[in-house]
């Protein structure tokens, strides 16, 4: 049954891109788009705009054109607020967060779909599945887990006496090393890979890691595309955790850091929109690069089961 | 954020497309079954510890009591915590204002998403910018979003200038009781909109052309063929997307720190809010995981109810 929705599911996709569909109605439709694509892009442009305008100028009858633009709100960004800080810390907790995922969970989805063994099934549902687990259940108990780590942040061998990995970039990235759903979304891809080259290697004699990095790896570049950047946004733009598992603005992440500006009572929106400007900007670039296989991806994921 | 979007489906559709599984087979393991199951255990080991373990660790944590100051662990409490969630004031508040949240943002998202995806669904010049720029607001960080908002909201900020374009007096939007929840409501249905259209949209396209071709010839109107095709065609994303939102706007927290730290007088106090506070701010991780549990148990409840309540209408 799920097969052939499949095939439907992909056979009228084809049909879309070759742009057979009824073109009733097309203008009264487009200015609806028009008008809803302005608004929802509304805040943006204020945002962009509020970020070029002058302290001064701030209050009162914003423009949408600041009269005189200016680069200051960018600076007082980076320099006050620590931003280049944790604009570094979120870099290198998502780096290591893609590197950890395109390997661990891409090697689990491949092994998932291309080399079954006993009890494959049940183990893929049973680690997928926990996927649905909400934030605020293991929320308490990754930290206090955090904080128990044996033998780092001053704890002894049983985790006691120190603060383990909290408020440490480890403590950070901790929940994200291998996301479940990038196993699923490998083994959905190696599902459909041929099996034929792996079976031509491993006569020639190849090794299963040489097969998987040689053969099938290069084959997965839109995988690891994909896992990539669900694994980068994901962390970059989580708030809950980081803000529960550091307290020092040294390891602060760059939500975070924003939040931060909002603490001072008087807030100073010139700067805090510069910040979210360039919190933003780094993501904004990876979906504009992929955004074919960003969209398809998402709505693939969910589609196929 | 984005680590919840899939199992729901694979859940619920895995069983529907499932045949029974073979009768288990007693042989030695192949060696290509061998490495499989080494590949697989890292990432296997990586979960069970760290995603299967907590929620063990944190349904024990929620029958005792404990604040991670004390010297000694947590002290077994039995049921108290949940006894003590009935009778919770600040619990029940919390409740109601999630459920508040999640009954008026999800059905306005869902139908205007429905709608917009519609039109992004035919294929002409330029759909492919509409289609990205609406889905925008969804891969903006929910943080950096509320941040938008609140200057939006603020004194002097985008909604009361246009108020006072139309001589209308300011609004104290999010600092009034009355309204925090619907302007923190609004800027998620804005944020929603998107990343429900794209859904919807791999939905529509999904639904065999010739479904369509079948009602043009005998005659459907627009909405006989809406009815009757796109809706049904489209049920199993739109249980998706229900359950999705669902699980999302429950754990709504982001969005309430940056816009109104769950003010003013507990009228933006999610859940999440209230157990991040709790855990957090006064120690009590014990209770804080009761409310989790309870909260977590809502979500499941509400979930397959939305799931039923979609797929019922199919015969």
Redesign the interface.
């Known amino acids: 049954?799920?097969?052939s929705?499949e095939t439907?599911?992909a056979?009228?996709?084809r049909?879309?891109?070759r742009?057979?569909?009824?073109?009733e109605g097309?203008v009264g439709?487009?200015i609806?788009?028009v008008l809803?694509?302005v608004l929802?892009?509304?805040?943006?442009a204020?945002?962009v705009s509020?970020s070029f305008t002058p302290q001064s100028e701030a209050?009162?009858?914003?423009s949408l054109f600041p009269a005189n633009p200016t680069l200051e709100n960018y600076a007082t960004a980076f320099f006050d607020a620590d931003l280049a800080r944790a604009l570094l810390n979120s870099a290198v907790v998502g780096l290591v967060t893609v590197a950890t995922n395109c390997i661990?969970?891409v090697?689990?989805g491949?092994?998932?779909a291309?080399?079954?063994?006993?009890g494959?099934?049940a183990?893929f549902?049973?680690?997928?599945?926990?996927?649905?687990?909400?934030?605020?259940?293991?929320?308490?108990?990754?930290?206090?887990?955090a904080?128990g780590i044996p033998l780092v942040g001053g704890n002894d061998i049983l985790g006691q006496g120190g603060s383990g990995l909290l408020d440490t970039l480890a403590g950070v990235i901790?929940?994200y090393?291998?996301?479940?759903?990038n196993?699923?979304?490998a083994r959905q891809f190696f599902t459909s890979a041929p099996l034929e080259l792996g079976e031509a290697a491993?006569m020639d004699g190849a090794g299963?890691l040489r097969i998987?990095f040689s053969v099938y790896l290069p084959l997965a570049k839109p995988l690891i595309a994909v896992v990539a950047i669900?694994s980068f946004?994901?962390v970059?733009?989580?708030?809950?955790w980081p803000?529960?598992v550091t307290s020092s603005q040294e390891v602060q992440t760059v939500?975070l850091a924003?939040?931060r500006?909002?603490g001072s009572g008087n807030?100073q929106?010139g700067p805090?929109?510069a910040?979210?400007v360039i919190?933003?900007v780094p993501?904004?670039i990876v979906?504009?690069f992929n955004?074919r296989s960003?969209?398809?991806g998402?709505?693939?994921?969910?589609?196929k089961? | 954020m984005t680590s919840t979007t899939i199992a729901p489906v694979a859940a619920a559709s895995a069983p529907a497309g499932a045949t029974p599984p073979p009768p288990p087979r007693r042989r030695r393991w192949s060696r290509t079954a061998i490495f499989g199951f080494v590949f697989v255990l890292p990432a296997a080991l990586y979960i069970v510890i760290f995603q299967l373990v907590p929620v063990v660790y944190g349904l024990v944590l929620s029958f005792t009591s404990y604040s991670p100051l004390s010297r000694s662990g947590p002290e077994f409490t039995g049921v108290d915590n949940y006894a003590e969630l009935l009778g919770d004031a600040d619990f029940g508040n919390a409740l109601l204002v999630t459920g508040r949240y999640v009954l008026q943002v999800l059905p306005i998202t869902v139908v205007l998403a429905l709608g917009l995806a519609l039109l992004v669904n035919r294929p002409f010049k330029g759909v492919g910018l509409f289609r990205s720029a609406l889905y925008v607001p969804h891969i903006v960080s929910l943080t950096a979003v509320s941040m938008v908002w609140l200057w939006m909201y603020s004194q002097t900020g985008l909604f009361n200038e246009v108020l006072g374009f139309f001589g209308a007096p300011a609004q104290s939007w999010l600092l009034d009781s009355d309204s925090a929840l619907n302007a923190v409501s609004a800027m998620r249905i804005w944020k929603a909109l998107g990343s429900n259209m794209v859904l919807l949209l791999a939905g529509l396209q999904s639904i065999p052309r010739d479904l369509y071709e079948a009602a043009r010839v005998d005659g459907a109107g627009r909405w006989a063929t809406f009815r009757y095709v796109t809706l049904p065609g489209l049920r199993p994303m739109l249980v998706y997307v229900v359950a999705m939102d669902i699980i999302y706007l429950a754990q709504g927290f982001a969005e309430i720190y940056v816009l109104t730290q769950g003010g003013p007088l507990g009228s933006t106090t999610t859940v999440n809010y209230l157990i991040y506070t709790e855990a957090f701010q006064y120690n009590q991780m014990g209770s804080a995981s009761a409310m989790a549990f309870v909260l977590f148990a809502l979500i499941i409840g509400f979930s397959v109810l939305a799931v039923r309540g979609v797929m019922g209408r199919q015969k």
Do not use: C
Not at chain 1, 125 to 145: G, Q
């Open positions: 049954m799920t097969a929705i439907r599911r056979s009228a996709l049909r879309m891109r742009g057979h569909a009824p073109g097309r439709s487009i609806t788009l809803v694509t929802v892009m509304v805040p943006f204020w945002v509020l209050f009162g009858s914003v661990l969970a090697l689990a491949y092994a998932f291309m080399l079954p063994f006993p494959n099934k183990l549902y049973t680690l997928i599945s926990t996927a649905a687990i909400p934030i605020s259940v293991t929320l308490i108990p990754l930290f206090l887990m904080r901790l929940p090393i291998v996301m479940p759903m196993i699923f979304l491993r299963e998987f669900f946004t994901g970059w733009d989580d708030f809950l803000l529960v939500q924003l939040a500006f909002l807030v929106y805090l929109m910040g979210t919190a933003t993501v904004l979906f504009l955004q960003f969209i398809s998402l709505s693939d994921g969910g589609v089961g």
